[in-house]
């Protein structure tokens, strides 16, 4: 099925480790992104490795792939308006997740996610690959 998601950081990196391929979602037509959350939590694991350099090659040519979105004043809105909703709820989640969840409900994309906390979110659309 065709469609635009967004990828979280454990999909990318089950991605960048070869444990998933993406060529049949995107033989699909499936448009494929990175929040530049996602992008930040990569280099930052590439950085503490003991391979950055060709961990952060890796990154590079997934980003050729799956363009990165920046967050703007849009998404902080979406971010402070999901925040507090998980926080009245007595829900909160990962602060870099919320960040991620407001750029996907932002931009109407499918988050793809092994995380069972996006479960919380409300609006947010989320799918496990």
């Not at 990569?42 to 950085?47: I, K, M, N, R, S």
């Amino acid at each position: 099925m065709s469609g635009k998601y967004l990828l979280d950081t454990n999909v990318a990196v089950a991605v960048l480790n070869g444990a998933l391929d993406l060529s049949p979602h995107r033989a699909s037509g499936t448009e494929l992104y990175l929040s530049a959350i996602v992008a930040g939590e990569l280099c930052f694991g590439a950085e503490k490795s003991e391979r950055v350099e060709q961990n952060l090659s890796a990154i590079d040519r997934l980003i050729a792939r799956c363009p990165v979105i920046p967050c703007d004043a849009t998404t902080a809105r979406h971010y402070a308006r999901l925040r507090n909703r998980l926080r009245g709820k007595g829900r909160p989640i990962p602060e870099n997740d919320l960040w991620i969840a407001a750029t996907a409900i932002e931009h109407g994309l499918v988050l793809v996610s092994r995380d069972e906390h996006f479960d919380q979110v409300e609006g947010l659309l989320v799918e496990s690959w």
